[in-house]
């Protein structure tokens, strides 16, 4: 079989963990290879084009350029550093044939570098390692690179992923050397690297037409676009091909061809094998599909990722606020929704249940669901979701659970607390890293319903100077119940509006959740009580107004300032009898069955069956 390499194309991954300078680096690729104009104002970050990415700092969805250095052609794919959007990693690996691996200077491999190199050296694909940031100051060069190193060892990288290239960068500044003591002036070195190390992706000139749909993207003119790599054979426009999906084939006409120039596609007539292809004129394709020639089709090998270890229930909202300030309410919207999402993003699966308003949603974590929610609210969409729940499965009769290898890295004086916390959650300590610097890093195995819930909390213990970071790391049997929250909720008894009086009379409870003056009803929570019990109360009480005076009786009431509640805060803090009601202005707690007198009844036939079995 002869095989040809176009040595005019490249395909290249960004790979590192969150923070560690991807997008900040692509963006100086952009400006040495003269995308833009000398005197041309261009935002930072220019590949994080959405309003999450841009407010959180980090990349959600993987995206595709394209830049020209000396005749080549250099397609750059920006992947995301967070283990819960792997999908998003496992299919732009898939258009690549190399791969550059970033990682700080000073902190080091951490665990989403090593998610993300593991799936890059497990595609085969060959590796360029950047120390990125070299000018902090607290700068550990050599010892990051024994790090990368040890990394590649323990993921049994083969000899020849083992003998990368190493260069040195300061990706803010554009510079990337060859050795730490040469001289500062660009990223040719870089650019060199790639043209020296990563091949141009091979392909048999004998074969017909391939390509491996590996990402979708929507346009208002031209419908639905399929993203992938030709993998043999040209494409040729308004040809008729054909879409090999998992259950039936479909016949399609390319009416667009389009391709990477800088951040922008540019139509052609025709496109070679290697190159990543924009196809338009197919509705039903989803990501893993072949697209194929009519006379000769074949099926490529789908893209596999990990199984979701994740779910939620999403809801319409049924609370007496519904309607009022979300567009969309309707649980066929919802579901539609949720369809379109699992079509775009591999990692994320949807299912219908009994209830016809409610689906449950699997994924990777709970950040992966609390960014699809969040992107679901600026939509206009109104709905209630449950709290994430840890997918269990069966080894024989042995019930087994998603567990977690969980990195802290906090203050010394901190380590007790995070420890005692982490051992209540069944977590176990593995390793500790005490290098006499204030700070420690220590390592736990810990199951994944044991850090739901648990980031804030870690926060405020560590006063926010804490950093922790995980991956999945496997099954192990079910290690045992612990308790999730040692408080209880503040229930409204009655709809209404809070008034300052009935509020500051509940503050000697616990935290509040609401203000004064806000709308309120019957199963709300307002507040976490300092106890473990739930309680109802009566936001909406008056002050009884007499004729009588008296000295000190009319004071003003001055309530605590409420800090109003993220996604994230509320999904963490809801039990399983409550759900978060989420729209795009609000978001409320509230319990699953509204009525107190229900939820009392239910709580008094629970204790009396427990007595029973007693």
Known sequence: ?????????????????????????????????????????????????????????????????????????INIIDTPGHADFGGEVERSLSMATGAILLVDASEGPLPQTRFVLKKTLEAGLKVIVVINKIDRKDARVEEVLNEVYDLFIDLDASEEQIEFPVLYAIGRDGVAMRDPQDPRQDLTPLFETILEVIPGPAHNPEEPFQMLVSDLAYSDYLGRLAVGRIIHGTAQAKEEMLCVGEKENQTLRATKLQVYDGLSLSEVQSAEAGDILVLAGIEDVTIGDTICTKAAPRKLKRIHVDEPTVAMRFSINSSPLAGREGKIVQSRKIGERLFKE????????????????????????????????????????????????????????????????????????????????????????VNLINNGTGR??????????????????????????????????????????????????IVADRAGTTVAYGLYNLEPRGRLFVGAGEPCYE?????????????????????????????GKDENVVLTPVKPMTLEQALHFVRDDELVEVTPVSIRIRKAELSAQKRHAAQGAKKKASLLKK
């Not at 194309?9 to 995308?35: C, E, P, S, Y």
């Not at 969980?406 to 916390?421: Q, S």
């Not at 099954?475 to 308790?483: S, T, V």
């Not at 106890?531 to 000295?551: F, H, Q």
Request: net charge neutral; aromatic share 6%.
């Open 440 to 489: 420690v890093r220590m390592e736990f195995s810990i199951p994944s319903r044991g850090l739901i819930g648990y980031r804030d909390e870690f926060l405020t213990d560590t006063k926010g100077t804490g950093i922790m970071n995980s991956y999945l790391d496997g099954y192990e049997p079910h290690r045992g119940d612990f308790p999730t929250r040692y408080t209880g909720s």
């Open 1 to 73: 079989m002869t095989t040809i390499v176009n040595e005019k194309l490249r395909n290249v991954a960004i790979i590192a963990h969150v923070d560690h300078g991807k997008t900040t680096m692509v963006d100086a690729m952009f400006r040495q290879a003269g995308l833009f104009r000398s005197d041309q104002e261009v935002q930072d970050r220019i590949m994080d084009s959405m309003d999450l990415e841009r407010e959180r700092g980090i990349t959600i969805a993987a995206k595709n350029c394209a830049v020209n250095w000396k005749g080549t052609k």
């Open 342 to 429: 699992m079509l775009r993003n591999v990692a994320i699966r949807v299912e219908e249940t009994d209830d016809k308003d409610s689906y449950l949603v699997k994924g990777r974590g709970e950040f992966q669901m609390a960014i699809l929610i969040e992107t679901m609210r600026r939509e206009g969409f109104e709905l209630n979701v449950g709290r994430p729940e840890v997918i269990f499965k069966k080894d024989g009769n042995t019930l087994v659970e998603p567990i977690e290898r969980l990195w802290v890295d906090c203050d010394e004086p901190f380590m007790g607390v995070v420890t005692e916390k982490l051992s209540t959650r069944k977590g176990r300590m």
């Open 523 to 551: 199963g709300m929570v307002v507040g976490e009580h300092n106890r473990d019990n739930d309680i109802d109360v009566n936001p909406t009480k008056e002050k009884k107004l007499t004729n009588m005076r008296a000295s």
